[in-house]
């Protein structure tokens, strides 16, 4: 079956650390998202990518990074550099410019010990 | 970052009831998508909207694309205890955003029996 991973579902972070949340996709689609998302509050693209090797900020970029050397995979780090780092972290993947085909994982949640 | 402003934030109905949310912008979007969300998952895609005026239904769902391309409004008919989660629009902008989607704040839709 087609679709989207994301792991772990839950994850501890302590102070000064940094963590990979992992998402992979079997779905053959070019565009990867990376959202996050905190009680009351829409998602927030932090970073998307439209291809391999390449990404781009989105509107909260600051503290995060990723990479996109495969097609499948699009790791997003939450560097010691954000500072409120707790909250559902959700994974997605389109077709490139379809935003109609916008497919979400399950979410990650991160918490500080 | 754009956010889309969404109401209600939250509604309480009875089982039966229908039920009517909207999501506003400040921007013209080409697309309008409508998600839903339920605790500790992903949005579901429901309805996507591709034109001003563009009257949709997905069972008892009908969302409607506003003539201004500014608005966008979802309705539930005769709701059910599954119903239950949060609501979510987005847009799709115009060349140069359309890359990416803005997403309102979500409408918390609980129903009881």
Redesign the interface.
Known sequence: DGG?TQSPKYLFRKEGQNVTLSCEQNLNHD?M?W?RQDP??????IY?S?IVNDF?K???AEGYSVSREKKESFPLTVTSAQKNPTAFY?C?SSI??R??T??????T?LLVL | ?Q??N?SP?SMFIQEGEDVSMNCTSSSIFN?W?WYKQEP??????LI?L?KAGELTSNGRLTAQFGITRKDSFLNISASIPSDVGIY?C?G?GLAGT????T????TRLQVTL
Request: glycine share 20%; no cysteine; hydrophobic share 35%.
């Open positions: 989207i565009a998202y959202y009351g509050q829409g998602l927030r693209l998307y439209q781009q989105g509107d909260i959700l997605a490139a410019g935003q109609e916008q497919y979400f994982g399950p979410g949640r | 970052g956010q889309l969404q934030q697309t998508l500790g998952e992903g949005p579901v895609l996507a591709y979510f987005a799709q359309a890359s990416k989607l997403f309102g704040t979500g």
